[in-house]
């Protein structure tokens, strides 16, 4: 079974940054695509961002293109979303996801995290 456990968010003012981080754990965990998603308040969840197996791939949701990056340390199994330039209207529930296949723009994850909560705010 793989467990995923996100870190890393917080209270941010408008143009600030956060790191989120994604610890990954379980059998064959380092050849699974990973993958940020977000939910805000009465909104439905949507794709973020996602990166293949070897780290060699990603493939950004245009919310998060030029101002999000997504990484991996295949040594650590951990995925990294790097948030710049943040806005009011990135305020979410920010959840991380694994796959053996690599769901680019797809809710069809098969394992998920529990979240860690963003606020974007002056």
């Known amino acids: 079974q793989v467990q995923l456990v996100e870190s890393g968010g917080g209270l941010v003012q408008p143009g600030g940054s956060l790191r989120l981080s994604c610890a990954a754990s379980?059998?064959?965990?380092?050849?699974?695509?990973l993958g940020w998603f977000r939910q805000g308040s009465g909104k439905e969840r949507e794709y973020v961002a996602s990166?293949?197996?070897?780290?060699?791939?990603?493939y950004y949701a245009d919310v998060a293109e030029g101002r999000f990056t997504i990484s991996r340390d295949t040594a650590k199994n951990t995925v990294y979303l790097q948030m710049n330039n943040l806005r009011p209207d990135d305020t979410a529930t920010y959840y991380c996801?694994?796959?053996?296949?690599?769901?680019?723009?797809?809710?069809?994850?098969?394992?998920w995290g529990q979240g860690t909560q963003v606020a974007v705010s002056s």
């Open positions: 996801a694994a796959d053996q296949f690599w769901e680019v723009q797809s809710l069809d994850w098969a394992y």
């Open positions: 379980g059998p064959s965990v380092s050849s699974y695509a």
């Open positions: 990166i293949n197996w070897g780290g060699t791939g990603t």
